[in-house]
């Protein structure tokens, strides 16, 4: 089993920066592709960021790529995601997410662990 709870949420103007992070419980966290997922107001959830198990591979979302960076550190059992040039729209409730099969990463990946997630809301 896998615990995810996320912090750093917070309301920020356009152009600021925030980092989340996601602190999991349970054994298997190295061996879990890992998301940050995002759901906006009217808006479908989406995956912004993936990284794989070992970190050395990384996904992004077009509407994030140069602005969003994530990164993991299995020893601690943390996943990050720093987020720089924030948009109005990007203004939404963030989750990380862990994958249902070890060693899956990915966008297209299957999620099985997802924590309840942190608001973000970005003033213009």
């Known amino acids: 089993q896998l615990q995810l709870v996320e912090t750093g949420g917070g309301l920020v103007q356009a152009g600021g920066s925030l980092t989340l992070t996601c602190q999991a419980s349970?054994?298997?966290?190295?061996?879990?592709?890992l998301a940050w997922r995002r759901q906006g107001p009217g808006k479908e959830r989406e995956v912004v960021a993936a990284i794989s198990t070992s970190g050395d591979a990384t996904y992004y979302a077009d509407s994030v790529q140069g602005r969003f960076t994530i990164s993991r550190d299995n020893v601690k059992s943390t996943v990050h995601l720093q987020m720089n040039g924030l948009k109005p729209e990007d203004t939404a409730v963030y989750s990380c997410?862990?994958?249902?099969?070890?060693?899956?990463?990915?966008?297209?990946?299957?999620?099985?662990?997802w924590g309840h997630g942190t608001q973000v809301t970005v003033s213009s």
């Open positions: 997410a862990a994958t249902a099969a070890s060693y899956d990463f990915g966008p297209e990946a299957q999620y099985g662990y």
């Open positions: 349970g054994r298997v966290f190295g061996m879990k592709g």
